[in-house]
């Protein structure tokens, strides 16, 4: 099991240097993937001091190209199956080196202007990220297995408003949304 306020820990430390060091993407309001490229860097300056400085953060990473996972989701009707694309903005991983311990961190972007159905998916994405394999999820096209694509220590859905100068956090793991705050983007 991976220890999820640890990786809190190296997620907060590297969202820090990332405002710290970015202003200007902030003041241009760039795209998310210049915001995820910037927070890939630090979050890798992170890890080099950590038991995981052997671990890679990548931005788009499709191993299991095409991949999609089926999930169970309960709704208010009831349970639902739901098809889920696995590729994720930006994550923490071994590439496939550790098998006990592959998948660390992943991370959904948003900007707040983004329309709400794709905001959704990126959260139903990020519960299927961090259930277990076997935790209501299997392969869909038999192209990728949740053994590799699950299994998330931590999940973060990131949503940045440039207009109310805010970033929206929210933490998940074993397919559940835990923690939420809004934090202000120093000037």
């Not at 889920?84 to 998948?103: E, Y």
């Not at 299997?138 to 931590?154: E, F, H, N, T």
């Amino acid at each position: 099991m991976k220890n999820t306020k640890e990786l809190e820990e190296i997620f907060e430390h590297a969202n820090r240097l990332f405002l710290k060091n970015n202003i200007v993407l902030f003041e241009t309001k760039v795209s998310e993937r210049t915001l995820c490229g910037a927070l890939m860097i630090e979050l890798h300056e992170v890890l080099k001091n950590t038991r995981y400085f052997n671990y890679y953060v990548d931005v788009e990473y499709n191993r299991n190209i095409g991949g999609m996972v089926k999930t169970i989701k309960k709704t208010y009707r009831g349970m639902d199956e739901c098809i889920v694309t696995i590729n994720c903005d930006l994550i923490v991983h071994s590439r496939g080196k550790n098998k006990l311990r592959d998948n660390l961190i992943a991370l959904e972007m948003k900007k707040s202007t983004g329309r709400k159905i794709d905001k959704d998916n990126d959260r139903i994405r990020l519960e299927c990220l961090t259930k277990s394999p076997g935790q209501d999820i299997w392969s869909y096209g038999r192209k990728a297995l949740p053994q590799y694509v699950c299994g998330y220590g931590l999940g973060v859905y990131y949503e940045v408003n440039f207009k109310r100068q805010s970033i929206l956090v929210e933490y998940y793991k074993e397919g559940n949304c835990y923690y939420q705050y809004e934090m202000r983007i120093p000037n």
